[in-house]
């Protein structure tokens, strides 16, 4: 299973585009990459998915260079809602995935 | 309203004690996990199943037992071997190659 390493924290202010990157190495060919929001005593919630390239929703980008060894998170004009743990993880969807310690991301006035 | 119930939000457990933790999901998902998750930490998986009477350990199974008798429940039991059970456990589950969808956790904590 590839193991991901992404910052500890990060601080940011209101109204700023926060990117969040996070480095796998071993990942796979049939792996994906998935980002999570945590907040304090609830789940994991999905924000993005993506396999190569760009992916961009309704909440977050995600760039992924053509090596795939690395991948970005991007939050456009954050909020002070955006203050939470995001996670990277690495996998096929299929087995089980690794969350590691995640990011943990303050957001200021 | 689909998705993921975990009960009860807050468990206290006594010395000596099983308990058991429930996890249902009406996603119709095949897949069902549970992790474990301590202060400052990120989740660690417990167990997990693909499918219906079939469930394998995770990387931190021991002092834990689960069930996956029906596809919509997957029931956790800390049992008394388990020697540090006070954490916050997560309930997960998924389908083909979707990514995992997390209920909101139970926090155990021992009197």
């Known amino acids: 299973l590839a193991k991901t390493t992404q910052p500890i924290s990060m601080d940011s202010y209101e109204g700023q585009e926060v990117n969040i990157t996070c480095s796998h190495n071993?990942?796979?060919?049939?792996?994906?990459i998935t980002w999570y929001q945590q907040f304090p005593s609830q789940g994991p919630r999905f924000i993005i998915q993506?396999?190569?390239t760009k992916v961009t929703n309704e909440v977050a980008s995600l760039f992924i260079p053509a090596d795939r060894k690395s991948s970005t998170l991007s939050l456009p004009r954050v909020s002070l809602s955006d203050t939470a743990v995001y996670y990277c993880?690495?996998?096929?969807?299929?087995?089980?995935?690794?969350f590691g310690k995640g990011t943990r991301l303050h957001i200021l006035p | 309203d689909g998705g993921i119930t975990q009960s009860p939000k807050y468990l206290f457990r006594k010395e000596g004690q099983n308990v058991t933790l429930s996890c249902e999901q009406n996603?119709?998902?095949?897949?069902m996990y549970w992790y474990r998750q301590d202060p400052g930490q990120g989740l660690r998986l417990i167990y997990y199943?693909?499918?219906?009477?079939?469930?394998q350990k995770g990387d931190i199974a021991e002092g834990y037992s689960v069930s996956r008798e029906k596809k919509e429940s997957f029931p956790l039991t800390v049992t008394s071997a388990q020697k540090n059970p006070t954490a916050f456990y997560l309930c997960?589950?998924?389908?083909?190659?979707?990514?995992?969808?997390f209920g909101d956790g139970t926090r155990l904590s021992i009197l």
């Open positions: 993880l690495v996998g096929d969807n299929r087995d089980k995935i690794i």
């Open positions: 993506g396999y190569k």
């Open positions: 199943s693909q499918i219906v009477n079939d469930f």
């Open positions: 997960a589950s998924s389908i083909e190659d979707r990514p995992q969808h």
């Open positions: 996603l119709n998902h095949d897949a």
């Open positions: 071993n990942i796979a060919t049939n792996d994906y």
